[in-house]
């Protein structure tokens, strides 16, 4: 072979082992490690945080491979493009027993299909829309874990209910028939560089979780933390973390 010829062999290959060095096998394990150390190291059992895989904006390849790896919860924020994934990975694998969870803002015109695909529904933040919700669920014979969103921040950019109208939303939710399973509290801080940022929010959330208990509404999930901080929201009590470009790299 010519030395060109090797020159090239040489650069295909070292692109090659970037490839393998950053497959998805790799950063999934990596993500799950992390995970583990944070859960350790806040004296709490690994398998008490649940991954919630990120996939909104990434093909349904990127699922179906994560699916082939074991991951079998997938967040997604628009209903259509999940309706579309779900149908698909179904289609494929159809005895994968994946769980879709709905994560971003849900429309209240969205809610039927919502209530068809999905399993559980991190982002309820009005009475009407819970009622919706409900509604739907019956009427689909379906019940469906629901966490409620709470705004923690002044940012108008983000949805869930002021702390306030929390205790009032709950206790609704708890009174309708049994469609809902109220399980959790949800929230997404504003985006911060350094994670230790976000940790007062955190504490936040877990904080109003315990008021709740005290009086006498027990909720059993807090689902905070993505890619840039969900070491910080494990040590807060997280109990689900949303991690989407960690796993899939940048949308
Ligand atoms: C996109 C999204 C995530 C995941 O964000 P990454 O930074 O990619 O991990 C988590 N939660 C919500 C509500 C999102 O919209």
């Not at 910080?232 to 470009?245: C, P, Q």
Request: a negative charge.
């Amino acid at each position: 072979m010519s030395l060109w010829t090797w020159v090239i062999v040489f650069i295909l290959s070292s692109q090659y082992s970037v490839l393998v060095a950053d497959n998805l096998s790799e950063r999934i394990s990596s993500v799950f490690r992390r995970i583990c150390h944070a859960a350790m190291r806040a004296g709490r059992a690994p398998e008490s945080v649940s991954l919630v895989a990120v996939t909104k904006h990434f093909p349904v390849s990127a699922v179906a491979e994560a699916v082939e790896l074991g991951l079998r919860i997938f967040g997604e924020s628009y209903v259509g493009e999940a309706a579309d994934k779900r149908e698909t990975i179904l289609r494929e694998n159809p005895l994968s027993s994946v769980s879709w969870h709905m994560i971003g803002h849900l429309q209240r015109n969205k809610v039927k299909r919502a209530v068809s695909v999905f399993d559980c529904i991190h982002s309820i933040d009005s009475i009407a829309l819970a009622q919706v919700v409900d509604e739907y669920a019956a009427k689909a014979g379906k019940t469906l874990d629901v966490l409620i969103q709470v705004k923690l921040s002044e940012e108008d950019t983000k949805t869930g209910i002021a702390e306030a109208g929390v205790q009032a939303l709950a206790e609704r939710i708890k009174g309708f028939n049994k469609n809902l399973n109220l399980i959790g509290l949800m929230a997404m801080p504003p985006f911060f560089e350094d994670p230790e940022q976000s940790r007062p929010y955190f504490r936040r959330l877990s904080d109003i979780r315990d008021t709740l208990a005290a009086r006498g509404i027990e909720l059993t999930e807090l689902s905070m933390g993505m890619s840039n901080d969900f070491e910080t929201a494990i040590m807060e009590g997280a109990t689900m973390v949303r991690v989407g470009s960690e796993i899939f790299g940048s949308r």
